[in-house]
C-alpha cells in the first residue's frame, strides 16, 4: 500500500489551549508516528491576518503555538513542520486557484454566510459589511495550503468538511482545464469525536473566549477548571453526564478505567468541587512535563526559529518543483 499524505494546520491567533490539542494536535502527532503516512503540520499564519491586524499577537502566537507541537512531541524527523508564511508557493497557487473558482462557490461558504446573516440580523443595509476578501475567499487560501503537498488525508471536524468539498470542487476544475496535475484529497472526519467544550459549554474557542490554555502555570489550569459551568446540584445527587462539560473534558484525558470510575461516582452524587479536582488531576497528569520542555523552548526562541527553517527547507522541496510543473501547465513558463 503506498503512503497517504496527512496534512494539519492551525491558525496563529492567539494561544494553543485544549481544543487545540485533543481535536488536531493529538491525532496529528501520533498519525505521524505511522510508517505508512507521510506527514505536513504548518503554522497558517497567512490565515491569522483574515483575523488579527496585531503583528505583535501574530508573532507571539507563532512561537507559543510552534513550542506547543514540539513540547507535546512531534519528531521533525518523521513529519515535515514549517510555517506557511515561509512557502511562497502557496500565495503563487492560491491565485491560480482563485482564478480557477467560480463566486458562487465562495458565496456558499459558511464562514462568510454566517457574518452576513449577522449582518442582516442586526438591521445593517449592507449585509457585506465588515467583510474582508480574505474571509470571503479564505477557502481557496485552504484548498491551496492542500494541494500544494498533495495531500491525501485531511483530518477535520465536522464543521469544516465544507472547506474540504470546496478543494475538491476547486481541484477538480484546475484538472478539467490543465491535466491531471492536482492530487484530490480525501476528507477524514471522526463521527465518534465531538468538538471539546469549553467553560461555558460550547465549543472551546478562542471566539467565544472560553478556552483553558494548554501551558498555563499549575495554578492557572486548576483556576480555568474550577471556573467550569455547572448546574445547582448539591453533592449526593446523582448526576447526569450527558451534555456535561467536566465529564466529556474527563473522557478526553482519563484512561477508560478512570472514566468508568467517574461515571459511577456521578452516579453517586460526587460533588461538582471534587468532579473539577479529579479532571484537574488527570490532566495535569499528561501536560506536567511537556509545559516544562514549552517554557525551556518558548525561553530559548532561537531554537524554534531554526527548527521552523529546517522545516521550511524541507517543504521547499516538494513545493517547488510542484508550483515549476503547474506553472508550465497553465502557461507560465514553457
Known amino acids: ?107 456558499r461558504a459558511h464562514a462568510y454566510k454566517g457574518v452576513v446573516q449577522e449582518n442582516i440580523d442586526a438591521g445593517s443595509s449592507d449585509p457585506d459589511k465588515g467583510i474582508t476578501m480574505g474571509l470571503f475567499s479564505y477557502p481557496i487560501l485552504m484548498a491551496a495550503d492542500i494541494l500544494m503537498f498533495k495531500s491525501t488525508r485531511v483530518p ?56 483553558i490554555p494548554l501551558f498555563g502555570t499549575s495554578k492557572q489550569l486548576r483556576k480555568s477548571i474550577m471556573k467550569i459551568k455547572t448546574n445547582s446540584q448539591e453533592p449526593g445527587e446523582p448526576k447526569a453526564t450527558e451534555n456535561n462539560t467536566v465529564f466529556e473534558l474527563f473522557c478526553a484525558f482519563g484512561s477508560n478505567d478512570e472514566i468508568a470510575q467517574l461515571r459511577e461516582d456521578y452516579a453517586a452524587g460526587i460533588g461538582w468541587g471534587d468532579a473539577k479536582q479529579r479532571l484537574y488531576e488527570v490532566i495535569e497528569a499528561i501536560l506536567a512535563e511537556p509545559r516544562e520542555k514549552y517554557n525551556d523552548l518558548m525561553a530559548n526562541p532561537a531554537d524554534i526559529e531554526q527548527v521552523l527553517q529546517d522545516g521550511a527547507k524541507k517543504a521547499r522541496a516538494v513545493s517547488a518543483p510542484y508550483m515549476a510543473q503547474l506553472r508550465k501547465a497553465v502557461g507560465l513558463s514553457t
Open 156 to 211: 477535520v471536524g465536522k464543521d469544516q468538511v465544507q472547506h474540504l468539498e470546496m478543494t475538491r470542487d476547486i481541484a477538480q476544475r484546475f484538472n478539467h482545464h490543465f491535466g491531471d496535475h492536482l492530487v484530490i484529497p480525501e476528507v477524514v472526519v471522526d463521527e465518534d469525536g465531538a468538538l471539546l467544550a469549553g467553560l461555558d459549554g460550547r465549543k472551546m474557542s478562542k471566539s467565544y473566549n472560553n478556552t
Open 1 to 107: 500500500m503506498s503512503k497517504q499524505t496527512y496534512l494539519t494546520g492551525i491558525t496563529t491567533t492567539g494561544t494553543p489551549h485544549l481544543g487545540n490539542y485533543v481535536g488536531a494536535i493529538r491525532p496529528a502527532i501520533a498519525a505521524s508516528k505511522s510508517a505508512d503516512n507521510e506527514s505536513f503540520y504548518f503554522l497558517a499564519d497567512y490565515h491569522a491576518l483574515i483575523k488579527s491586524q496585531d503583528p505583535a499577537k501574530v508573532r507571539q502566537s507563532r512561537t507559543e503555538i510552534a513550542a506547543a507541537w514540539l513540547a507535546l512531541g512531534l519528531d521533525t524527523n518523521k513529519a515535515t513542520f514549517y510555517r506557511q508564511s515561509d512557502i511562497p508557493e502557496i500565495p503563487e497557487l492560491t491565485w491560480m486557484l482563485t482564478c480557477m473558482t467560480a463566486k458562487g462557490l465562495m458565496n
